[in-house]
């Protein structure tokens, strides 16, 4: 058996919550998920993406983007931030062009394997600004990252 020397020390088990603010993010790799009932059905799914802020005093801090498409409303949600990622600004006229460019094209993804199709993998490596607010963990009262809103790097 192989022997493994992992070292915690050089990893981050945390998530930085950002300040109420607008941040560029970087938009890292796609992976695609499902969150299961205890019954075995389908709670949620949909893609996840690791962000970074690009620029500024939080540079390199971490958040994560779930676009989750189990419901109209979550996939609304996300389709702001595929817009603004794709370049589109988030009112009707961009929402008009994105619908024609993207439309038909390959919107899969495999919860099993975790893989996305072309259009998730397209926004890898682009730039996006999000409106960051704080919460509340309606769970445990601790304070958690939302993001208001997406816009286009221009």
Not at 1 to 14: G, H, L, Q, Y
Not at 52 to 76: I, L, N, R, W
Request: charged fraction near 30%.
């Amino acid at each position: 058996m192989p022997r493994f020397e992992p070292d915690p020390s050089k990893v981050s088990a945390t998530i930085d919550i950002l300040d109420k603010d607008d941040y560029e993010f970087i938009i890292g790799t796609a992976k695609s998920f499902a969150a299961m009932n205890d019954n075995g059905t389908v709670k949620n799914h949909g893609v996840r993406y690791p962000i970074q802020v690009a620029e500024g005093p939080s540079k390199g801090k971490k958040q994560f983007q779930t676009c989750y498409q189990h419901t109209d409303g979550s996939q609304g949600f996300s389709k702001q931030f595929l817009m603004a990622a794709y370049g589109y600004d988030v009112t009707p006229e961009g929402e008009r062009e994105f619908d024609r460019d993207f439309a038909g094209k390959d919107w899969s993804y495999d919860t099993d394997s975790g893989s996305v199709g072309e259009v998730w993998r397209g926004i890898e490596g682009k730039r996006v600004i999000g409106s960051a607010d704080v919460g509340t963990n309606k769970n445990t009262g601790d304070p958690m990252q939302q993001f208001k809103g997406w816009r286009p790097l221009k």
